[in-house]
């Protein structure tokens, strides 16, 4: 349960940095490219303990949930 929490503090605070550097609809717009980035940057940086690579394999997918979440809801 604690690793789901980190996961989407994790989560939420990769999201909104994404958003202050860039425009939120830029983020969304490209959110194959920053799927992958997060993907595979993500278990990188928490590369060293096995539940730094669970948090951050968890934060990708939620980030990757969201954003094609938010994607799906602005298209329509």
Request: charged share 10%; net charge positive; glycine share 6%.
């Amino acid at each position: 349960m604690h690793i789901i929490t980190l996961a989407l503090i994790s989560a939420i605070g990769i999201i909104i940095l994404l958003s202050k550097v860039f425009k939120f609809r830029r983020v969304v717009r490209h959110h194959r490219a920053v799927d992958i980035l997060c993907t595979c940057g993500l278990p990188w940086l928490f590369f060293g303990s096995f539940s730094g690579m669970a948090t951050a394999i968890i934060a990708g997918v939620i980030i990757s949930a969201f954003l094609w979440i938010v994607n799906r809801l602005t298209v329509l």
